[in-house]
């Protein structure tokens, strides 16, 4: 019985050998386990932590950069004190003048416009404003008031038609209304805009002005080459009709170069015109370039004999 009992609790020594290295080794892994998932919710608990001051930071960025925005956009404005004139003749229009250029609201410049051939038509539906080229303007009691001496701006993309194009313009709005450049007025409804320095005047023309400024320098360097043309040869001995003409052809020429508002086809034409008199007087272009030429070099000649003729002098003493 004894050594039946001690073969039994042998037996059982021996099996519990066997399988305690077994729930030993799943313990450990179960451990490892738990360390793992705990350090994946310490992590998860770090990048929280990282999102939620990233997210602070986000905000007071937003918030500077609000502040920044708003100072840009709201900005001191005053109203121009500039006369405008159309196709030389003074018109009521008033508007600001911002950073040196004009802005004036939409109806306003319809009115002064509405009795040439570039009048256009304001129509405001469905929050949208279209503009239609050629269409009557009916002038209303709010159009043409004088505004404030000073006051407020910000710059507005507002949505406005020209036919079925967006308008392209820079527009400030201003006590609840909008104000275009008229510059990008006049390139979107086809009439001239220039400006006069001298009589602190802003010229609005029912054409297109000179836009072709090589052309328009190109006339300015023909009629320079009056006393040239006129000390030729071909001149002296030219019929009496044909000095007549080149004579009519250079005072047009004259009268365009100092037209603010001319438009490309009259300085073209213009151009064209005195070039045709020069040629009727047997003047080829190149011949009279070639003279012109040759005046500048003898007055080069004559400046420099005069600056050795002084340094002579000066050693002299």
């Given at each position: 019985m004894i050594k039946k009992i001690t073969s039994v609790t042998l037996a059982s020594v021996l099996l519990l050998s066997v399988a305690t290295p077994v729930k030993a080794?799943?313990?450990?892994?179960?451990?490892?386990?738990?360390?793992?998932?705990?350090?994946?919710?310490?992590?998860?608990?770090?990048?929280?932590?990282?999102?939620?001051?990233?997210?602070?930071?986000?905000?007071?960025?937003?918030?500077?950069?609000?502040?920044?925005?708003?100072?840009?956009?709201?900005?001191?404005?005053?109203?121009?004190?500039?006369?405008?004139?159309?196709?030389?003749?003074?018109?009521?229009?008033?508007?600001?003048?911002?950073?040196?250029?004009?802005?004036?609201?939409?109806?306003?410049?319809?009115?002064?416009?509405?009795?040439?051939?570039?009048?256009?038509?304001?129509?405001?539906?469905?929050?949208?404003?279209?503009?239609?080229?050629?269409?009557?303007?009916?002038?209303?009691?709010?159009?043409?008031?004088?505004?404030?001496?000073?006051?407020?701006?910000?710059?507005?993309?507002?949505?406005?038609?020209?036919?079925?194009?967006?308008?392209?313009?820079?527009?400030?709005?201003?006590?609840?209304?909008?104000?275009?450049?008229?510059?990008?007025?006049?390139?979107?409804?086809?009439?001239?805009?220039?400006?006069?320095?001298?009589?602190?005047?802003?010229?609005?023309?029912s054409e297109k002005v000179a836009e072709n400024k090589e052309v328009k320098e190109a006339l300015k360097k023909e009629v320079a080459k009056e006393e040239t043309v006129k000390a030729t040869k071909e001149f002296k001995e030219a019929k009496v009709e044909d000095q007549a003409k080149y004579e009519e052809a250079l005072a047009a020429a004259k009268s365009i170069v100092d037209d603010k508002i001319a438009t490309d086809e009259q300085v073209e034409n213009a151009l064209k015109a005195l070039k045709e008199a020069e040629e009727k007087l047997g003047l080829k272009e190149e011949k009279a370039e070639v003279k012109e030429e040759k005046k500048a070099e003898d007055k080069k000649e004559v400046k420099e004999d005069k600056k050795v003729e002084e340094k002579e002098v000066k050693e002299a003493k």
């Open positions: 080794e799943e313990a450990k892994e179960v451990k490892e386990e738990v360390k793992v998932e705990q350090k994946i919710e310490d992590k998860k608990e770090e990048a929280k932590e990282e999102i939620k001051e990233v997210k602070e930071e986000a905000k007071e960025v937003k918030e500077e950069v609000k502040e920044e925005v708003k100072k840009e956009e709201v900005r001191k404005v005053k109203a121009t004190t500039q006369k405008v004139r159309l196709d030389d003749k003074d018109v009521v229009i008033y508007g600001y003048n911002i950073d040196g250029e004009n802005y004036f609201k939409l109806r306003d410049v319809a009115a002064v416009l509405k009795d040439s051939k570039v009048k256009f038509g304001v129509e405001y539906k469905d929050g949208l404003v279209t503009l239609t080229k050629g269409a009557d303007y009916k002038v209303l009691d709010t159009d043409q008031k004088e505004v404030k001496a000073e006051s407020e701006a910000m710059l507005t993309n507002d949505k406005v038609k020209v036919g079925e194009t967006d308008l392209t313009a820079k527009a400030f709005k201003i006590d609840g209304n909008n104000y275009y450049r008229v510059r990008d007025l006049g390139k979107a409804l086809d009439f001239g805009v220039d400006y006069d320095e001298e009589a602190n005047t802003v010229l609005l023309s």
